[in-house]
């Protein structure tokens, strides 16, 4: 059984930094990704980034690209979202997720295009004051 969970949530002032972790155990192949999405009140749920678990390949929200840092500690099985510069817009729920894939080169469509994940961890707040 696939388990995600997050850990690193808070409160944090504007410009600053957070390191979200979700770890993941239960896969029996390497033919997934795991993402990093968000949803703050009223709003609708937001990929943030992914990361590749066959060859690290990573992407990025727009809204987040330069700012947060998505990587991967194989030997932990966890994976990390380092958030810099963060704004109050960055206030949400953040979920960690996974899904299996067969897409190769376009590993990352499933999470783009916000398709049903396999997997969904619970959630960590995160709370950036102004």
């Known amino acids: 059984e696939v388990q995600l969970v997050e850990s690193g949530g808070g409160l944090v002032q504007a410009g600053g930094s957070l390191r979200l972790s979700c770890a993941a155990s239960?896969?029996?192949?390497?033919?997934?990704?795991i993402g990093w999405f968000r949803q703050a009140p009223g709003k609708e749920r937001e990929g943030v980034s992914c990361i590749n678990s066959s060859d690290g390949a990573t992407h990025y929200a727009d809204s987040v690209r330069g700012r947060f840092t998505i990587s991967s500690d194989n030997a932990k099985n966890t994976v990390y979202l380092q958030m810099n510069s963060l704004k109050p817009e960055d206030t949400a729920v953040y979920y960690c997720a996974a899904y299996h894939h067969s897409y190769g080169s376009s590993w990352y469509v499933p999470f783009v295009l916000n398709y049903d994940m396999d997997y969904w961890g619970k959630g960590t707040l995160v709370t950036v004051s102004s």
């Open positions: 239960g896969f029996t192949s390497d033919d997934y990704a």
